[in-house]
């Protein structure tokens, strides 16, 4: 984020790619921090009711859990539409994108600011409700099961969000390995590399590509399943809470 900053005050003008990768940092950040203050020492240190500091907190963090995903596959895209020939049909909308970044935030702000609303109405401190009416998610906060309608419906509405989402940087993905592929076998026929022992950059590029992908979705997909199952059985003990944290952080 620091790094994003300096380049706005030395060049006055950010690339597209510069404002994803600020973002994301700034998201990551929050995120963590959010994590930080729900342990027992500093959730106390905040001299505010449970009620506000729970709200806060689990809003603050699923919105940036969302932007998270929204904008790694933006920005998988950008990477996508920058790499692909000016001739393909992506090509074209490689001056278009640089007119449409700040659009494209502030649309991924506002589509995830309202699809975690709900958890203000029904995140609540675990002091104040019956234990049977709730599903507790840290020791001093708790979601209220007797919206459970409600939560379900954003539950959806949110896994659709994820979904798509997730479907757009698999495809930005695949495309870019594929142009990296055609790429080689055009290198190797042109500049007869096919005999040199080393590995070729497109090649190091694709394995990169889809680590870091399969890493991406792998991760997503176990925080998945552990949310539903929480939500479907309203159980979430804490070494699953545990385990969950861990996969959202990484």
């Known amino acids: 984020l620091l790094s994003r900053i300096l380049t706005l005050f030395q060049d006055h003008r950010l690339k597209p790619h510069d404002l994803f990768t600020g973002n994301l940092a700034l998201v990551h950040i929050l995120m963590l921090l959010t994590m930080m203050f ?25 919105v940036m859990r969302g932007l998270s995903i929204c904008t790694t596959c933006l920005l998988s895209m ?12 992506l090509g074209r909308f490689k001056h278009k994108s640089r007119r449409y970044v700040v659009h494209s ?4 702000w506002i589509l995830n600011l309202s699809f975690s609303s709900n958890l203000l109405f029904i995140t609540m401190s675990a002091s104040n409700v019956n234990q049977t009416q709730v599903l507790s ?12 309608l409600r939560w379900s419906l954003f539950f959806m509405l949110a896994l659709l969000r994820d979904v798509s989402f997730v479907g757009g940087m698999l495809l930005s993905s695949v495309y870019m390995v594929t142009l990296l592929f055609r790429h080689q076998r055009r ?18 590029a694709t ?6 992908v399969s890493f991406f979705v792998v991760m997503y997909w176990v925080d998945l399943v552990i949310s539903s199952c929480s939500m479907v059985l309203l159980a979430h003990g804490p070494i699953m809470r545990g385990v969950q944290m861990l996969v959202v952080s990484a």
């Open 38 to 62: 729900v342990s027992p020492g500093l959730f106390e240190s905040l001299h505010l009711h449970n009620d506000i500091k729970c709200k806060a907190l689990f809003y603050l963090h699923r």
């Open 78 to 89: 950008l990477q996508a539409i920058t790499i692909s020939p000016s001739s393909s049909w």
């Open 105 to 108: 935030l502030l649309f991924l």
């Open 137 to 148: 998610i840290v020791k001093y906060c708790s979601v209220s099961s007797a919206r459970y």
């Open 187 to 204: 290198s190797q026929h042109l500049h007869n590399m096919s005999l040199s022992p080393s590995i070729s950059p497109e090649k190091r």
């Open 207 to 212: 394995q990169t590509i889809l680590l870091l």
